[in-house]
């Protein structure tokens, strides 16, 4: 009996993951998803993708650098990654760049999946 138990249990973790996977998303569909995004909700206005000045900071190269923010008041060292990256976007003022700490960026109203998709297209471009 606990044989059988124990193989049922296998099989459905197994078939659990299987149909998991398979409703996710790859990372290229999520970066094109957040490509799209990126151009629709504005972020071209402000953040150049080549390296050139703008209002905001430039987004190439962006990934791995260490970078000094301004939170709570306080200066501080970070790498950029993938939750930097995110946490700017979902809230702007959080930790802001000390080259950029006089300038505002709109808080962007975006679900976490859209912020995910902006996020993988960001680390895209930037691993090329």
Excluded: W
């Amino acid at each position: 009996m606990a044989k059988n138990n124990l193989i049922f249990l296998i099989v459905f973790l197994i078939s659990g993951c299987d149909s998991h996977n398979s409703n996710k998303i790859t990372s290229k569909e999520s970066a094109q998803k957040g490509k799209a995004l990126f151009l629709s909700v504005g972020c071209t206005t402000c953040h150049s993708l080549s390296g050139e000045a703008r209002y905001g900071p430039s987004l190439n190269k962006i990934l791995n650098t260490d970078v000094i923010v301004i939170q709570g008041g306080k200066e501080h060292s970070l790498k950029v990654d993938r939750e930097y990256i995110k946490r700017s976007i979902q809230d702007p003022d959080f930790e802001k760049l000390i080259d950029f700490k006089n300038k505002k960026m709109p808080k962007p109203t975006l679900t976490a999946d859209e912020i995910d998709q902006i996020a993988d297209y960001l680390i895209s471009i930037n691993s090329k």
